[in-house]
């Protein structure tokens, strides 16, 4: 009995034993099943879709460059990504039509995973951002893969026969910094040794569409259109446009080209990947691309006949570099620091060159500024002493006018005289106040005019400073002779005026104006003097006034005894021919007239005499 009881507590024993190992048994298996769940690597859709057994799906994101607009760039790129997505198991290629601006910000931001542009953005591209080329388009047209270039159009009817013709003119193209249309052109002009600044001076940018384009030069907004090739055939062939209404200058397209072409040719499209994919997705559409077959409607639909391995940029690069442009290359300023960091000691000789050339050229501007300064100072004494030989001169004048002067202010006092007799004699006799007006306003003329003479006689007497203002020179000269009537009267002197064209006024200075009429004026008169007297003519002084539009000529002429001096001794300063004069009149005259920008001139009078020639400008 108690071996039974002793199993069975044993049996117990064991059975309790069994059943807790069993229990931590389950409970570690359901530990380590959690913790493979919480594995942060694989996502719970990834766990789901292991779980189901389903494939993941792979998403490109394509940016291509839309030249006609995004519909069209939908109808020709849109087959392609078809085919990429059926050759490519569990894909989706999402189309994204661009602008040259915005595919160039998708690349920066790195919102696009593949990019399919033109030879030159993609160059472009490829010197800024990590790109890697997969393929590139092959044509139906020439070799099949050169086939970028731009075409110069004008109207049929235009007058335009060469790429020359065009310089200057109304022009349109899609941008500044598009390939395919304005950058070839301009190499091409540039090739001709035409300024391509001059060329280009007045062109537009309108941007894609490149169809817009045609549409201003069909309806008369430019003279000629800069587009890539093939577009107006293109147009043509989709009935947008006449045939026969628009022409390419300068053909140069090579034989087996079906459209016409301007400039050279460059490479093909491009596909190229980004950095967001990796790379072998980037072979597996590689592989895709090159496997299309040229007949397919993608192919068809690209204007294209496939795909080929990516070829050469660089003739792309070489019209960057022609054009200055290229993303790589450095500024002026980069490239100088360059230089000078491999060359220090080259530099620093240049570097002192200039140093001693600077401080030589300054010390010449301080040597030149000095004497430039010294020569006005100079030149204002001289002014300062030609002015007070003047106002000698107009003195001297005035005291060879004595008579003449006296004569003058005489006759008004006289006449003053008169008239006041005679009122006072009337108002002795008890005329009344109405008999005498007449009387007195002849004295207020008088008065008046003894007041012009003296005002005269100050003007030309005073020191001034040389100013201009509005000058009629046929009153002046009326002026001046009332100023000699008394003297040319006791000399047995006779003036006589003319005027030919119409008189008009000019800026001149007024004084120094009538000094030069009294100096040729007596000097003639004293020339009819020194003539012989057994000579028996009148002594004539003739005066005449020619206006033109730009020009008046003024012309005194005498029958005085004539100039038999040399044009050299009438250029030396104090020459004279009386025996007491002192050679300032002539002197004085001619720096008056060449003040006003005019000549003064003495030739001999035919057949005897002296002419006296002062040209004045009217403007």
């Known amino acids: 009995m108690a071996n039974v009881l002793i199993k069975a507590v044993i049996g117990t024993l064991l059975l309790m034993m069994t059943q807790v190992h069993a229990s931590n048994a389950t409970d570690t298996t359901s530990s380590n099943s959690r913790n493979s769940n919480a ?15 389903k494939p993941t799906m792979i998403t490109v994101d ?13 109808q020709r790129w849109q087959p392609t990504l078809l085919w990429l997505q059926s050759q490519i198991p ?5 189309l994204h039509p661009f602008t040259l601006a915005e595919m160039e910000a998708a690349v920066e931001q790195q919102s696009v995973d593949v990019v399919v542009t033109n030879p030159g953005q993609a160059v472009r591209l490829g010197r800024q951002y990590p790109l890697s080329w997969l393929a590139t388009l092959n044509s139906k047209l020439g070799d099949g893969t050169h086939v970028i270039g731009s075409a110069l159009v004008v109207r049929a009817d235009s007058h335009y026969q060469h790429l020359v013709d065009v310089s200057g003119d109304k022009i349109a193209a899609v941008a500044s910094n598009a390939f395919g249309g304005y950058l070839t052109m301009q190499l091409t002009v540039q090739n001709l040794g035409i300024n391509p600044t001059a060329f280009f001076s007045d062109v537009s940018f309108l941007g894609f569409p490149v169809d817009a384009i045609i549409y201003q030069l069909r309806d008369g907004y430019v003279d000629a259109a800069v587009v890539p090739v093939c577009q107006l055939e293109s147009m043509l062939e989709e009935g947008l446009i006449q045939k026969g209404v628009f022409r390419v200058l300068d053909d140069i397209s090579p034989d087996n080209f079906a459209c016409a072409l301007s400039t050279q040719l460059y490479p093909n499209w491009s596909i190229a990947k980004t950095s967001a994919i990796s790379a072998s997705l980037a072979k597996k559409i590689t592989r895709a691309l090159l496997a299309l077959p040229s007949d397919h409607a993608a192919s068809i639909a690209a204007y294209s006949s496939g795909w080929t391995p990516p070829i050469s940029q660089l003739s792309v690069d070489q019209l960057y570099r022609d054009l200055d442009m290229h993303p790589l290359q450095r500024p002026w300023w980069q490239e100088a620091a360059v230089w000078i960091k491999k060359n220090q000691q080259w530099a620093w000789v240049v ?9 030589y050229h300054l010390i010449l501007e301080y040597r030149f500024s000095r004497s430039e300064r010294k020569l006005k100072a100079t030149l204002n004494r001289l002014k300062e002493k030609n002015a007070m030989l003047e106002h000698a001169q107009r003195v001297a004048i005035v005291g060879e006018l004595g008579s003449s002067l006296a004569h003058e202010i005489n006759q008004p006092l006289a006449a003053i005289l008169n008239y006041s007799q005679g009122g006072l004699l009337r108002i002795n006799k008890g005329a009344d106040a109405s008999a005498i007006t007449p009387a007195l306003e002849k004295i207020q003329q008088q008065v008046k ?3 012009g003479i003296v005002q005269r006689l100050r003007t030309l007497i005073n020191k001034r400073a040389v100013a201009k203002s509005r000058c009629d020179v046929q009153a002046l000269l009326s002026d001046t002779l009332e100023l000699l009537e008394y003297d040319f009267q006791q000399k047995n002197i006779t003036v006589s005026q003319s005027c030919v064209g119409n008189a008009v006024d000019l800026d001149a200075d007024i004084v120094g104006l009538q000094q030069v009429l009294l100096n040729v004026l007596n000097n003639a008169a004293d020339a009819c003097l020194m003539r012989d007297p057994a000579v028996l003519i009148n002594n004539k002084i003739s005066i005449e006034s020619h206006y033109s539009d730009d020009r008046l000529i003024l012309t005194v002429t005498d029958n005085g005894i004539g100039l038999t001096a040399s044009s050299a001794e009438l250029q030396n300063a104090f020459f004279t021919t009386k025996k007491e004069g002192l050679g300032l009149g002539l002197a004085i005259c001619r720096d008056v007239v060449e003040a006003h920008h005019g000549q003064f ?10 002419r006296v020639s002062i040209q004045l400008p009217l403007q």
């Open 601 to 610: 001139s003495l030739v001999a009078a035919d057949p005897i005499g002296c």
């Open 62 to 74: 394509v940016g291509v460059l839309a030249t006609r607009g995004i519909f069209e760039a939908k």
């Open 449 to 451: 005019r003894a007041d």
């Open 90 to 94: 569990n894909s989706e290629f999402r």
């Open 39 to 53: 594995d942060p690597f694989i996502d719970d859709r990834t766990l789901e879709r292991i779980a189901d057994n």
């Open 351 to 359: 570097f002192l060159f200039v140093l001693v050339l600077s401080i």
